[in-house]
């Protein structure tokens, strides 16, 4: 693909993603068809800052979790109240890369 | 974090030991005194129990051989101490037999409950329980 294109991509997509999988992106996104552009710029991406907003206020019940698609986690974390409070309170830390992780796992099947 | 096989068990296994841990303490604290100490922090800040307040005493009464009693704190201590006891011993086979039965079944168990006929139901089923956790103010 052309790289002004990916650029643009990567312009604003950027907070989607961890910053060392940037690189990794923009060069296979460069040695992509152009053919998958539509679906590469169309596929939904979920945002850090929402799973962390939803974090704080409902992450002892294990929204965020189930938001980004960790059911079975989700799961566990409702069951035991948050892990006892604790695992709720980490995930406040931990919820915005395992989000961009997520993110990272949805593209990926579009890139290779 | 993607989540691998040794990952999830991992995870399971130190939830398992705490709650193992925090089980013990609420069973040799003595009863009198008012309740164990109460982490959820739900329940702290709103004054109204989680969907799973009561989960502790639930499985401490189960322990102690009261079923019903069990039951009628909150249901989902059913489901915390089958989890309790079913997954270490898992694991542990697991592990000695070098397989990932547990974590095929995991991920299976995944992609089911997010299918919509599985979740809706028990997200009402969670909520119901939540009313009644409130009714009955644990």
Redesign the interface.
């Known amino acids: 693909m052309e790289a002004q294109k990916v650029d643009m991509f990567i312009m604003s997509n950027s907070k989607f993603f961890e910053s060392h999988q940037i690189n990794v992106i923009r060069e296979r996104l460069i040695a992509l068809d152009d053919s998958k552009w539509a679906m590469i710029s169309t596929v939904q991406l979920k945002d850090p800052t929402t799973s962390l907003i939803i974090s704080i206020l409902a992450g002892s019940l294990g929204i965020d979790r189930f938001m980004i698609g960790d059911t079975g986690l989700g799961v566990g974390k409702l069951l035991t109240c948050g892990g006892l409070g604790i695992w709720a309170i980490i995930d406040w830390f931990m919820i915005q890369g395992a989000t961009r992780e997520k993110n990272m796992q949805k593209i990926q099947q579009f890139l290779y | 974090?993607?989540?691998n096989r040794n990952k999830l068990y991992s995870?399971m296994f130190i939830?398992c030991l705490?709650?193992y841990i925090?089980l013990y303490f609420g069973l040799t604290t003595n009863d009198t005194e008012n309740n164990s100490v109460e982490?959820?922090?739900?329940k702290h800040t709103t004054n109204i129990p989680?969907?799973?307040?009561g989960?502790t005493r639930s499985v401490m009464s189960l322990t102690k051989g009261n079923f019903i009693e069990a039951l009628l704190i909150n249901p989902?201590g059913y489901?915390?101490a089958i989890?309790m006891f079913l997954s270490p011993l898992w694991i542990v086979i697991d592990i000695a037999t070098k397989k990932k039965t547990l974590f095929e079944f995991?991920q299976k168990?995944?992609i089911k409950?997010?299918k919509p006929q599985y979740a809706i139901p028990l997200i009402l089923l969670?909520i119901f329980n939540w009313i009644w956790n409130i009714t009955k103010g644990l």
Not at chain 2, 39 to 42: D, E, K, L, M, R
């Open positions: 974090m993607t989540l995870i939830a705490a709650g925090w982490v959820c922090i739900i989680c969907p799973s307040c989960s989902l489901i915390v989890i995991y168990i995944e409950l997010k969670v």
